[in-house]
């Protein structure tokens, strides 16, 4: 399948997020990040902001603020989980639904796997594959998934994790985060 240019920048753009917040970037990665450059767009300037809090950090700052943010000890400040952020608890109906839609699209849980599907970084993963083809899937499926399983919540959690009096890095990735779902859910208003 031919995925065409503005589909494949999603998919990286997704897959970014993902990886980002799902671990912290090592420190291969960060010196990848310091070189980023944008234009005077939202996206543009956001691109240029993640690549100066790059430039500004390293691996162990980094995982230290990541380990802060989403693990802690216990808990961290933010939990990046549809549910939470929808009922106000882990694993509740957000999650079901989002079980019932992976099996419909034929994406099966790996074995072994302790992080609830509905965590950012694994919905964000999910995006990748559907714009940029690697799942396999109907036309439109990446619009239906992002309107069932993140419009209502995952710009707050951009916004959340761009305010945190923790992150210094990480608000760099939330307001990329933040900007790109912005115009995701413009675009998806779109007729297709």
């Known amino acids: 399948m031919s995925v065409d240019e503005v589909d494949f920048a999603r998919a990286q753009e997704y897959s970014l997020l993902s990886s980002l917040l799902s671990v912290s970037p090592d420190a291969r990665l960060l010196s990848r990040l310091a070189e980023l450059r944008g ?22 700052i980094t995982a230290r603020e990541h380990f ?7 808990r961290g400040e933010l939990l990046p989980y549809a549910s939470y952020y929808l009922t106000g608890s882990l694993h509740g109906r957000p999650l079901a639904n989002l079980r019932q839609a992976l099996t419909r699209i034929g994406i099966e849980r790996v074995s072994g796997q302790t992080e609830p599907e509905d ?17 396999p899937a109907p036309p439109g ?3 239906e ?3 069932d399983h ?43």
């Open 119 to 135: 965590h950012a970084a694994i919905l964000l993963e999910i995006m990748a594959g559907l714009a940029g083809g690697e799942i």
């Open 145 to 147: 998934f992002f309107d």
């Open 68 to 74: 802060n943010l989403f693990v802690g000890l216990g």
């Open 141 to 143: 499926t990446d619009r």
């Open 150 to 192: 993140l419009a209502a919540w995952i710009k707050r959690f951009f916004s959340d994790l761009e305010k945190s009096a923790s992150a210094d890095f990480y608000a760099a990735v939330g307001r990329l985060g933040r900007t790109f779902i912005e115009i995701e859910a413009q675009g998806f208003l779109l007729p297709p």
């Open 39 to 60: 234009d005077q767009s939202p996206l543009g300037l956001a691109h240029t902001a993640l690549g100066k809090a790059a430039a500004r950090t390293d691996a162990e």
